[in-house]
Antibody, heavy 118, light 108 residues
Framework: EVQLVESGGGLVKPGGSLRLSCAAS????????MNWVRQAPGKGLEWVSS????????YYADSVKGRFTISRDNAKNSLYLQMNSLRAEDTAVYYC???????????WGQGTMVTVSS | DIQMTQSPSSVSASVGDRVTITCRAS??????LAWYQQKPGKAPKLLIY???SLQSGVPSRFSGSGSGTDFTLTISSLQPEDFATYYC??????????FGQGTKLEIK
């Protein structure tokens, strides 16, 4: 079964750090670029970051640039998001998502909740 | 960045109704548009990609159309499990990928 499973979310104080992980299974992880997408409580979807299959190309939303770092380990079939200098507005469910050839996201994880609060 | 605007923001309908949701891009995106369904507490589910291609396993009552700046998602005959929030997403101009604000489909 094709699957993505996120972990690492939790409660963190403003200015703190957190590292999210996404474990992939059931497909050739190293052949796909991967993305993080977030959703604040009661709000819509926001793309956060993307990394190419070989990590050669990395992109960030302006809202997280300079604070978040995406990475991957193809040997471990894993995607990561290092989040530093967290703000209240980063509070959201964070999803990892796999894109199709048409750049639509066909596989999503179940999400992991990040709460930034003092 | 390309802005995606959905209308309506919410709609009430009955089982068996035909429903159309519209998504407009702030500039042309060819056919690089996807539609998702999201139910409370769940991850989004891909319904349509490349504006009109039905994702595998998605019922044929869902269809998508449009190109350039104007797109529609149509549900031909609403079923109880279709009540959810729907999002469009553009993939023509990246980064960033951008989503519409969502359309909540509620039971009348």
């Amino acid at each position: 079964e094709v699957q993505l499973v996120e972990s690492g979310g939790g409660l963190v104080k403003p200015g703190g750090s957190l590292r999210l992980s996404c474990a992939a299974s059931g497909f050739t992880f190293s052949s796909y670029s991967m993305n993080w997408v977030r959703q604040a409580p009661g709000k819509g979807l926001e793309w956060v970051s993307s990394i190419s299959s070989s990590s050669s190309y990395i992109y960030y939303a302006d809202s997280v640039k300079g604070r978040f770092t995406i990475s991957r380990d193809n040997a471990k079939n894993s995607l990561y998001l290092q989040m530093n200098s967290l703000r209240a507005e980063d509070t959201a469910v964070y999803y990892c998502a796999r894109p199709t050839g048409a750049d639509a996201f066909d596989i999503w994880g179940q999400g992991t909740m990040v709460t930034v609060s003092s | 960045d390309i802005q995606m605007t959905q209308s309506p923001s919410s709609v009430s309908a009955s089982v068996g109704d035909r429903v159309t949701i519209t998504c407009r891009a702030s500039q042309g995106i060819s056919s690089w548009l996807a539609w998702y369904q999201q139910k409370p507490g769940k991850a989004p589910k891909l319904l349509i990609y490349a504006a009109s291609s039905l994702q595998s396993g998605v019922p044929s009552r869902f269809s998508g159309s449009g190109s350039g700046t104007d797109f529609t998602l149509t549900i031909s005959s609403l079923q109880p499990e279709d009540f959810a929030t729907y999002y469009c997403q553009q993939a023509n101009s990246f980064p960033p990928y951008t989503f519409g604000q969502g359309t909540k489909l509620e039971i009348k």
